[in-house]
């Protein structure tokens, strides 16, 4: 209990300095800003903006990042609420009461809502890192190359079971995504694979590029192709905090909201996703009235905003201590620091504390400068969702070119995202996620690696996942989710739920 | 015969695959104990094309009932890819601040509703601005002069 005072000292000492608060701060505005605009979600937000980060130090830098990304996930929640577009999935959840409620003429109250269940689930999920986080590292000194090579495809498979779309083709992407990771040369033995004598990918292809061409790009043609009506709801926000009765009834739905999303966002796979979800099908069988939600329910605010904030830091606990982003925008997240030479995993607790523990309690000041920062800035994001696209994506297409070329100053990287936007629109149109592809894109060497380690240890014999207990139930948890994915009935039920 | 959305990207990881295993042919793919360069990638090349088969084994169940069509919007691909392509051709030649300017003006042909004072009020203001936040406050080695004569 003592050391995790100490720890926090520690971490407020590097957090608030004033440099680091300004990182911080300039990240919750600036990815509040892009996070806002419509059709942009946090992967694509934090694409486009990883470039920015990495010219400074790597504690500031993550600290911005993080910022980025929290800002990003409440501008998404702003867009949903304000015109019912929500950027991506996390928002989804929250439009269908959120929007009902701007229609009502309580946009105000709604996005407050949003704000405080967010700082409220922001709060907890941070003490829940302090205490959980190093647990888990101790944790990980017992895993194995075995251990690792099962936890990362069981990693890869619950996110794949846990997103929507369909299952074979996300597994697919996943393998592609792996397959692109391998680019370049190999780990183990230094040779070339799949360079194809092109000098720029020798290394291997920049995670960068990749991520800007598949997520934001793409995202680019696809709002550009189909043309949404947006209508902002009439009438100026003038009240912004909830009522009385609105508290009385989401102040529990955000507490069940945040232990939802605390247990879910460490799970394989989980995360925002999955804890907005949990939450929103929880509170409408709980709630006296279930006709009520979809129809400007304040509990379908606030459960699922504290349940996709506690879910979204709580990812963030498989990625520090055990080095395996459970999702995508985690995924980002341990690109941006593998670049400034930060290894995530068990290590980096102990060896950089400091640093871990600025960014635990820099999450925290995060969510506190979204609630300060927000509340009196709805008018500002208003005004922000009344630009037509066609002054918007302009303006985000150089953002990403100077962007993908200010990190290595190369023309290729700009024309290769270029070669990825086409291939991540081609891919959303024929019905396959980019987001496993990334996962698997960031994991791929290292799962290579551990795969061959486990099998030169155990002279080339696959029993070895089976015989070892930690990895054995693993893998038995791997087939399981496979098991059920199959079952006519457990995948109505997945359908269900992601179109509800 | 229009495609359906199972079948489309069935014949993506055929493609995929089969890429793999063409390319990949002359990496060395040693033994289960000491793998060479050419295992994993020929294990997952294969696991592309399974997963290619059972893409398009679910096109042939549901063929009476195909879904939405595979469709393109052409325009905007075009669009956003060459910005991109003429960013980079451009760069080298006029430094930062004309390449941005020019670039946003060409999108006036994206089909959009705009008018010409605001888009080329944007096409000034993103000039400065990237100029003054990437070369000026982030410090970057980019071109902000354009090549005279070069």
Redesign the interface.
Known sequence: MGEIFSNLALGFSVALTLQNLMFCFIGVLLGTLIGVLPGIGPLATMSMLLP?TF?LDPTGALIMLAGIFYGAQYGGSTTAILVNLPGEATSVVTALDGYQMARQGRAGAALATAALASFFAGCVATIVIAFAAPALSKVALLFGPAEFTALMVLGLIAAVVLAAG?V??S??MV??G??LG?VGT?V??G?Q??A?GVREIFDSIDFVVVAMGLFG?AE???N???RHSRTLPSGKIDRLWPTKEDFRLGTPAAVRGTALGCTLGVLPGGGALVSSFASYSLEKRLAKDPTRFGKGAIEGVAGPEAANNAGAQASFIPMLALGIPPNAVMALMIAAMTIHGVIPGPKFLAEQSPLFWGMVVSMWIGNLILVVLNLPLVGLWVRLLKI????L???I??????GV??VN?R?FD??M??GF??FG???R????EAAPLVLGFVLGPRL?EE??RT??L???S?TVFLTRPLSATLVGATVLLLVLMALPNFRKKREVAFKE | MRLS??L??AI??FA?GAL?LV??RS?DMG???????G???RL??W??LV??A??AA?AWWERRAPGEP????L???V???A???A??LL??WLG?PVT?AL??VT?AV?G???RWT??LL??LG?AVL?TLL?STA?????QVWPKWGG
């Not at chain 1, 149109?429 to 396959?432: D, N, P, T, W, Y």
């Not at chain 2, 033994?31 to 360069?37: F, H, Q, R, V």
């Not at chain 2, 595979?70 to 919007?73: H, M, N």
């Not at chain 2, 982030?138 to 980019?142: A, R, V």
């Open positions: 920015i010219h369909s074979i083709a597994i697919g393998m592609v792996v397959l391998l190999d183990t033995t040779e694979r799949f194809f790009l680019i043609i696809s550009l192709s189909e037509p696209y066609a002054y994506f302009p303006m297409v150089i953002f990403c070119c100077v070329y200010s100053y023309l700009v024309f995202m270029a936007g086409v629109y081609v891919l149109r024929i019905g396959c290579e795969f061959r099998l030169l155990s002279d080339g696959f | 959305q199972p489309a990207s993506f990881f995929f793999v390319t990949g990496l033994t289960t104990a000491e793998m060479g360069t295992y994993v990638p997952l090349a696991g592309c997963v290619g059972l893409l679910r595979v469709a393109f919007a325009r905007a691909l669009l956003v890819t910005m991109v392509v960013f980079g760069l080298p930062l941005v670039t946003i999108t994206s959009e509703r705009y605001p888009l944007i096409a993103m990237t990437f982030l410090d970057l080695q980019i």
